[in-house]
């Protein structure tokens, strides 16, 4: 009897376990991710006046319809991975327009505001070209393919 009881504690931990791995395994897919369109990984740097750009916003915006526009913020070495759903998993494939800002925010007297304690005669101050925070205006087009792609350097210039 004692044996019948440990082969049967045996067979439900098992089957407990079978089920946790089961469960807990993979991708599921909920009313959030069904029907999302493929992404893949999209790396690369901002570069201005041979510096890295630091947290700067790269803003990725599809010429195809079919396409989803996604978003990136830059490292402190300028490095950047897209994102169109979660952190880092990539874009749509296909050709995006990209667009990069990066400002601070200063006073009238034209220092920079670390901490807002009073709204108000406060401005943005570009420290990129300003051009570059228009899809249209950058003149920056990136090619998504089925891959993995690293666009290399994005060099900003005046």
């Not at 045996?10 to 079978?18: E, G, N, P, T």
């Not at 400002?103 to 401005?123: C, F, H, K, M, Y």
Request: net charge negative.
């Amino acid at each position: 009897m004692n044996r019948i009881s440990h082969a049967l504690k045996c067979l439900v931990i098992a089957a407990v376990v079978s089920v946790l791995l089961v469960g807990c395994s993979g991708k599921r897919e909920d009313k959030w991710t069904r029907g999302r369109p493929p992404v893949y990984e999209v790396t690369g740097q901002v570069t201005y006046q041979g510096q890295p750009v630091a947290d700067a916003v790269v803003t990725f915006q599809p010429v195809e319809a079919t396409g989803r526009g996604g978003s990136a913020i830059t490292d402190s070495s300028g490095y950047f991975e897209a994102q169109t759903f979660d952190p880092g998993d990539g874009l749509t494939p296909g050709t995006h327009r990209v667009a990069i800002h990066k400002v601070q925010l200063v006073d009238a007297s034209g220092n920079v505001v670390t901490e807002i304690r009073e709204p108000g005669g406060l401005r943005e101050k570009n420290l990129v070209p300003k051009r570059y925070a228009d899809f249209k205006k950058s003149g920056i087009e990136i090619v998504v393919k089925e891959t993995d792609n690293d666009v290399g350097v994005i060099e900003l210039v005046d």
